[in-house]
């Protein structure tokens, strides 16, 4: 069973902080992506990466950035949190098709 | 641009009754199609898929048809039951491995 693991199920962080979240997958799936999920805008496309070290810009990059050091490994970076961030984040990966999520990580920027 | 659209936003039906959940998509050249099921307070799962090289697909109660000219496809859950209130979303691939969802169906079931 595909375990697709985040770090945190809620943050609460201050503006212009600096936020990390952290996205694992233990079955060496090489795509991984971040989503962010809105009431009424479903789940829209931030950032993913097909390969370590490898990264490409979804829909709503603006703000973000992201780290894949590691196959396992893929980190979401808000570089100064604003309360526009505040959302439901999500992970997924994926050998070919069909994602597997993570649980989510409730961030409330103040 | 890569759109998916999702029809209709919230869906009551009466228990034991059908539900239609409908989805356009904007590329042609989108080849998966799948949907999923968010109950509350829980990840999305993956219920059903569908591939352009097939016109329909079921499994049980649920089953997705595809209309590849037209560019939509809908969910179809027969014999509803309360398990199945939940938040549904479609999605289309653009590229590759890439998922763009639809806004989102919240079903409720009526007992």
């Known amino acids: 069973d595909v375990k697709v693991t985040q770090s945190s199920r809620y943050l609460v962080k201050r503006t212009g902080e600096k936020v990390f979240l952290e996205c694992v997958q233990d079955?060496?799936?090489?795509?991984m992506f971040w989503y962010r999920q809105d009431p009424g805008l479903g789940l829209r496309l931030i950032y993913f990466?097909?390969?370590?070290?490898?990264?490409e810009k979804g829909d709503i990059p603006e703000g973000y950035s992201v780290s894949r050091e590691k196959k396992e490994r893929f980190s979401l970076i808000l570089e100064s949190a604003s309360t526009n961030q505040t959302s439901m984040y999500l992970c997924?990966?994926?050998?070919?098709?069909?994602?597997?999520f993570g649980s989510g990580t409730r961030l409330t920027v103040v | 641009g890569e759109n998916v659209e999702q029809h209709p936003s919230t869906l009551s039906v009466q228990e034991g009754d059908s539900a239609v959940i409908k989805c356009t998509y904007s590329?042609?050249?989108?080849?998966?199609f799948p949907w999923y099921k968010q109950e509350l307070g829980k990840r999305p799962q993956l219920i059903i898929d569908?591939?352009?090289?097939?016109g329909e697909k079921k499994d049980q109660r649920i089953a997705v048809t595809l209309n590849k000219t037209a560019k939509h496809f809908s969910l179809h859950i027969t014999e509803t039951q309360p398990e199945d209130s939940a938040v549904y979303f479609c999605?289309?691939?653009?590229?590759?491995?890439?998922?763009?969802f639809g806004t989102g169906t919240r079903l409720t079931i009526i007992p």
């Open positions: 997924a990966s994926a050998r070919v098709r069909g994602y597997t």
């Open positions: 079955m060496d799936h090489e795509n």
């Open positions: 990466s097909y390969d370590v070290k490898m990264k």
């Open positions: 590329d042609s050249a989108s080849n998966y």
């Open positions: 569908i591939r352009s090289n097939v």
């Open positions: 999605a289309a691939n653009f590229g590759n491995e890439k998922l763009t």
